[in-house]
């Protein structure tokens, strides 16, 4: 069984600063993926970032980087320089290797409001 | 513009009556979900198809049904049978329902309300 656990219900950042969204997880799986999704109030989930469990290097896509750190089973998304449109709902998910791609794991999310 | 279109994007339902709810996509996907997300909460799977005429139960599929007639649609239906039907139901789909790295596109999702 899979487990994600994302603590912060609720984030605050001022514009133009970074934040880290926290997110843990737990897998019997030796191979998985992590993503992270962005939730706007338009309801519509959009994809933002992968990692592989064996990648070598934390991913990066623009502003976003993940901070990935696999002894603590963690998998925190950073977002640098924030903007008022990254004001949304976050949430992490994890699948095993080879485990059909709707078949993830979803975290509670956490809601993240930047402040002008 | 290639994506998934739901409809309706608000839906009252009195008790009782069934309800269908559409998943259109013109991505070319062979597999399709139905999640169910509540207040607070992460997204939950009802049912998933991953070829034409052929779709299997999620972790939380009692009371809903889907058909999956052709390769772009996958409507859900929300039965009288589903206990507590009052929520936010989003469609998605992948390109590889079996690739490790392979994302998922989704709608804008559909507010069901029971009265």
Known sequence: ?116 | DGGITQSPKYLFRKEGQNVTLSCEQNLNHDAMYWYRQDPGQGLRLIYYSQIVNDFQKGDIAEGYSVSREKKESFPLTVTSAQKNPTAFYLCASSGEAATNTGELFFGEGSRLTVL
Not at chain 1, 46 to 60: E, M, P, V
Not at chain 1, 92 to 116: E, H, I, Q, W, Y
Request: charged content about 15%.
């Open chain 1, 1 to 116: 069984a899979q487990k994600i656990t994302q603590t912060q219900p609720g984030m605050f950042v001022q514009e133009k600063e970074a934040v880290t969204l926290d997110c843990t997880y737990d897998t019997s799986d030796p191979s998985y993926g992590l993503f992270w999704y962005k939730q706007p109030s338009s309801g519509e989930m959009i994809f933002l970032i992968y990692q592989g469990s064996y990648d070598q290097q934390n991913a990066t896509e623009g502003r976003y980087s993940l901070n990935f750190q696999k002894a603590r089973k963690s998998a925190n998304l950073v977002i640098s320089a924030s903007q008022l449109g990254d004001s949304a709902m976050y949430f992490c998910a994890m699948r095993g290797v080879n485990t059909n791609a709707g078949k993830s794991t979803f975290g509670d999310g956490t809601t993240l409001t930047v402040k002008p």
